[in-house]
C-alpha cells in the first residue's frame, strides 16, 4: 500500500499541474470573446475560427480539468442521501461508484471516441463552416479528458482503500484553497480591526 499512496500522491501532484495550467484557458477564452464581439460591433466583421476557438477552449477547460475537480472533491455528489451514513460507509459506496461507474464510463469513451479522432486526424476533417478550424484537435479532447479523470479515479480509489486501513485521514475533505473573495474580504476585516483597534489607543491618550 505505501507504493501505491506514493503513486496516489505523484498522480495528485500531476493532476494538479494540469488544473493550474487549464485555468489559464478561462482567461484566454474570455479576452478572445471580449475581442470577436468588440470587432463585430464596431467593424461590423467576424470570423469563423474566432467564434468555434471559443467552444474548442471551453471543451479543453471541461474536460481537461475534469480530473482535477475530483481531486479537490468538487465533482457532484449525492450527500443528502449518503450524508446519513457513517464515514466508512460513504466511502465504500464511493468504493463502488469508482469501480463500478467511472472506470467502466472511462473505458467506454475511449472505447468510442479514439477511432474518430483517428479518422478525423488521418482525414484532416475541417469545419463545415467557412474559414473554420480543423477537427481533430477539439475531438481528441474527449479521450484526453477521459483518460485524465479515469487517471485521478484510480489515485482516489488508492486513498479510499488506505483510508479504509487507517493510513491516512478522510480522503473526501475538499482541498480548496482560499477564493479571491475571501482573501479580500479577510483583508478588509483585518483592516477594520486595525482600525478599530488604533481608535481605541487614540482615545485612550
Known sequence: MTALLQLSRWIDAFTERIGRSVSWLVLITVVISAGNAIV???FNNSSNALLEIQWYL???TFL???GYTMLRQEHVKIDVVIGRF???TQIKVDIFG??????PMVCAVLYLSTPLVLQAYATSEMSSNAGGLIRWPVFALLPVGFALLG???ASELI???AYLQGLIEDPTQKKQEKTAEEELAEAILA???ANAANKRQGAAR
Do not use: N, Y
Open 40 to 42: 463585430r460591433k464596431a
Open 58 to 60: 471551453f471543451a479543453a
Open 64 to 66: 481537461l480539468a475534469a
Open 86 to 88: 457513517s464515514k466508512r
Open 98 to 103: 469508482i469501480v463500478c461507474f467511472l472506470f
Open 151 to 153: 487517471i485521478q479515479g
Open 159 to 161: 486513498k479510499r482503500f
Open 191 to 193: 483592516a477594520q480591526t
